[in-house]
């Protein structure tokens, strides 16, 4: 297949998501939809390596995750980001729901070396479900280091939807306060100031800096210096403690901001967040190869079973720590299902449901101002940090079984 026809084809699944989700108004993701035509492609037409041959190989995903998370952090503040704390508590709230029912009513249906498989790659992203399909392969269980993977691949499909129901139910209600004069966005004034350095398009230490100098370039380069930085400061730190590098982007990108070296949005304003997106989230969709037929009608009766157990445990654990803390159940909830999926979904599924909820400028940035920081922060967390931990715990718990 040539480079051209493999791009083509991958640029009409990710239009075809665009179109369905707009005609549903969010009700169906486009995420949802590009996940399920990606499957049938792979059965049928695909080349596995799809995705590298359009020009999308892992380094370049890399690259792009580098930029995108950096960029992330530009649009929240110091400030909004200590304000998160209640989505972390209960982003982790939703996690111990996931462990807590996988381990009492998960075991009255699967073994005990299938729910400690399951459970990271449930909670998180590739690098979990890596490790446990490592310590699956090792202690001699290869159906489960199949499950490991395919839990990872398919947890979306349970995702997806429901994060686009929730939000869109907390929007609506959101939206009907706003209009009423019932809800002011705590950050209205910094957003007002923030709209006002975007115009300028001069971070603060370069004002002096003729503007004729402020070109695409310069962005990517301080961009690129950003996140070099959180890569290096996440080497030096590993012999001491593992962090991802991607968290500190997100952190860093926070910090660049707040302090005037990056302006807001920096990518938006070098014209390469489109091709960022479109590029990670073809990575993503390659991560669907793997799910043959052959596989999930094996391992659909646990594969099915353990999402859906979890997910219950998640919606149960997060709605109640949510009531206590005055989040609403849809957002406490949405904000617990970003650890099925991670950035940049949870990036592109809240802007969507923002989209089509209201096509005011104004109602829009009110809307991105109480969803997104919640759902970018809860994804990092989930994702990056505590799927990890826990991927490392259950492992050398299944190698000492």
């Not at 705590?186 to 370069?206: G, S, V, Y």
């Not at 079973?305 to 709605?319: L, N, P, T």
Request: aromatic share 10%; charged share 15%; with cysteine.
């Amino acid at each position: 297949m040539s480079q051209m026809l493999a791009f083509t084809l991958l640029m009409g699944i990710l239009y075809i998501g665009d179109i369905i989700s707009a005609k549903t108004k969010a009700w169906v993701s486009s995420v949802f939809v590009c996940a399920v035509l990606f499957i049938i492609g792979y059965w049928t037409i695909f080349p596995k390596n799809i995705v590298e041959v359009a020009g999308i190989p892992s380094v370049v995903a890399t690259l792009l995750m580098y930029l995108l998370i950096t960029n992330m952090g530009t649009l929240l503040s110091v400030k909004e980001l200590i304000n998160q704390w209640k989505t972390i508590v209960i982003t982790l709230s939703g996690i111990a729901g996931i462990v807590v029912l996988l381990l009492t009513v998960g075991m009255l249906f699967f073994d005990l070396q299938t729910i400690l498989v399951a459970i990271p790659p449930l909670v998180g992203g590739v690098v979990s479900s890596l490790i446990m399909s490592e310590a699956a392969q090792q202690a001699g269980l290869m159906s489960l280091s199949v499950l490991a993977i395919l839990i990872y691949v398919m947890q979306g499909f349970a995702g997806y939807p429901l994060t686009s129901i929730m939000l869109k139910k907390e929007g609506k209600r959101m939206l009907a306060n706003y209009r009423s004069g019932e809800w002011t966005p705590t950050n209205e004034q910094e957003q007002q100031k923030a709209i006002k350095e975007e115009d300028e398009e001069i971070p603060k230490l370069f004002a002096k800096v003729p503007k004729r100098y402020h070109t695409n370039f310069s962005r990517f380069f301080r961009l690129s210096i950003v996140g070099m930085f959180a890569y290096y400061v996440s080497v030096w730190l590993a012999p001491f403690v593992s962090v991802s590098p991607f968290v500190l982007c997100l952190l860093f990108g926070v910090i660049a901001s707040s302090s005037g070296f990056l302006e807001k949005q920096p990518l938006q304003k070098a014209n390469g967040f489109g091709f960022a997106i479109l590029g990670l989230m073809l990575f993503i969709f390659d991560g669907l190869k793997n799910a043959t037929p052959e596989m999930l009608k094996e391992l659909l009766l646990p594969m099915v079973g353990i999402i859906v157990i979890g997910v219950f445990g998640m919606y149960v654990f997060s709605a109640i720590i949510g009531r206590l803390l005055g989040v609403s159940k849809e957002m406490a909830f949405a904000v617990s299902l970003t650890a099925l999926y991670g950035f940049p979904a949870d990036y592109i599924i809240t802007n969507e449901v923002i989209q089509a909820l209201t096509e005011d400028k104004k109602e829009q940035e009110a809307l991105t101002s109480h969803m997104l920081p919640p759902m970018l922060v809860a994804g990092f967390i989930t994702v990056t940090i505590v799927s990890v931990v826990l991927a490392g715990i259950f492992s050398s718990i299944l190698s000492n079984l």
